[in-house]
């Protein structure tokens, strides 16, 4: 297994990427028990099982890379429960298996193989990009399984494909968060044939635009608001559209804003103008191409009504959202203000902490300046008291010297005094032994 990519190490995810022919290391080696993303791009394989990705693993894989490979059926895919992000591209796989298991997929990618039908996607309530290019496909009924206000597809990729008929667009009027579809390589130019078939029609954008009025891109360019708005009108004066099945539009959905109560105006007035239309004509002409017309008046009011009420729908949406996304601004710019006074009073506390060093090494030293010049004193002092010392001792020696002279000098007199008494004591003798 080499090193992932560096985005996915900045995010601190576990990247196995096996060379071809070297599968058995994503078997073998431990960190495949980790494993957060599998990149198996070119590894020649010809059905999942090849991997040999641990079983344990199976839980905590996030993303599995199989583009380039020389697979014909998605079986084994049940097991990766937890997969964000599923690339098939570049295999040739003929048809979608069920992925209804994997209800965490926010990414399908299966460009570049021989899909003939859409399939398999029911239940994929967490998906928002799905990647269909180049495939043979030549109706999109099967977009149906995506329909419903609990999913939330928002790109859909189906260049170089073989839809020929607008009638196909229909299917993609029940997937209500679409954002950006794409059918053809290079709009805008004439005579390059590189998307569908429908990308000649000269109402393809119209169409499309009538089908999806929430599209923010269409074939990699923005829809313009006078673009959109030329496809509302063409769709209210046609008497008949291309839209949605009935109920993807909320009628009983309330109003929450001044823009959403407008077009909810303009939509009663609309009616009423209609109705009172209608009401002419079958009261001036009786006969039954009147009564045609008049109930041909009547859908086209109902369209109209259901067009103006998605139109309010979808400006409470984007009011809400605006509301929403200001709100977020406000909360970030108080949490910069918060950020800001915290930084000052951290800045005025380091400017303190700063002047109280100051004064302390100051303070330390004026200390050491005093330690210094005690020292000095205390070794003058030392000095001077070893001085009388040694005076002390030499005067302690002198005495000593002296006491021991003094004490000789009267041993000696005692001596003398002794030998005078005895000799006195002798002469005394002496003259009392003389004769009378």
């Not at 859909?156 to 196909?168: F, I, P, T, W, Y």
């Not at 029940?174 to 000269?202: H, M, W, Y």
């Not at 539009?249 to 109705?275: C, I, N, T, Y």
Request: glycine share 6%; proline share 2%.
């Amino acid at each position: 297994c080499s090193e992932g990519t560096p985005a996915a190490a900045g995010l601190g995810l576990a990247t196995c990427r096996p060379m071809a022919g070297e599968l058995q290391s994503v078997a073998n080696a431990e960190a495949a028990h980790g494993l957060v993303t599998v990149d198996l791009l070119g590894a020649g394989l010809a059905s999942l099982a090849e991997s040999k990705i641990p079983e344990e693993a199976s839980g905590r894989l996030r993303r599995l890379n199989l583009h380039m490979n020389r697979l014909t059926s998605m079986e084994g895919l049940g097991r990766f429960v937890n997969l964000e992000e599923l690339i098939l591209s570049g295999n040739a796989l003929a048809e979608i298996g069920n992925l209804s298991a994997l209800r965490h997929l926010r990414v399908v990618d299966l460009s570049s193989n021989y899909i003939r039908l859409i399939s398999g996607l029911a239940g994929l309530t967490a998906l928002e990009h799905l990647n269909l290019a180049y495939n043979q496909l030549q109706a999109l009924d099967g977009m149906q399984q995506l329909w419903g206000r609990q999913y939330r597809l928002r790109t859909l990729d189906l260049r170089q494909n073989c839809v020929g008929s607008l009638a196909q667009l229909l299917f993609l009027g029940g997937c209500t968060t679409l954002e950006e579809v794409s059918f053809t390589q290079r709009a805008g130019r004439a005579g390059v044939q590189e998307g569908n078939k429908i990308c000649a029609d000269p109402n393809y954008r119209t169409a499309v635009l009538q089908v999806s009025p929430g599209l923010r891109v269409l074939d990699g360019s923005s829809v313009a608001e006078a673009e959109r708005k030329s496809a509302r009108l063409a769709f209210s004066q046609a008497g008949a559209s291309p839209s949605a099945a009935p109920g993807t539009v909320d009628r009983a959905k309330p109003f929450g804003d001044q823009e959403a109560a407008s077009a909810h105006h303009r939509m009663v007035e609309l009616a009423d103008h209609l109705q009172g239309v209608v009401e002419e004509l079958e009261s001036c002409a009786p006969n039954a191409r009147a009564a045609a017309a008049a109930a041909s008046w009547k859908a086209s009011a109902a369209l109209v009504q259901e067009e103006v009420l998605a139109e309010a729908n979808a400006l409470c949406q984007s009011s809400r959202a605006e509301a929403k996304l200001a709100e977020q601004n406000l909360e970030e710019r108080q949490r910069e203000a918060h950020l800001r006074m915290d930084l000052e009073h951290l800045a005025l506390e380091l400017q303190r902490r700063e002047e109280t060093h100051r004064a302390a090494e100051e303070e330390l030293e004026g200390l050491q300046l005093s330690l210094s010049e005690a020292g000095s004193e205390h070794s003058r002092e030392a000095e001077q008291l070893e001085r009388e010392l040694c005076c002390s001792h030499e005067l302690q020696a002198r005495i000593q010297e002296e006491r021991s002279r003094e004490s000789a000098a009267l041993q000696e007199e005692r001596r003398l005094a002794t030998r005078l008494l005895w000799s006195e004591e002798s002469a005394a003798s002496r003259v009392v032994d003389l004769p009378a």
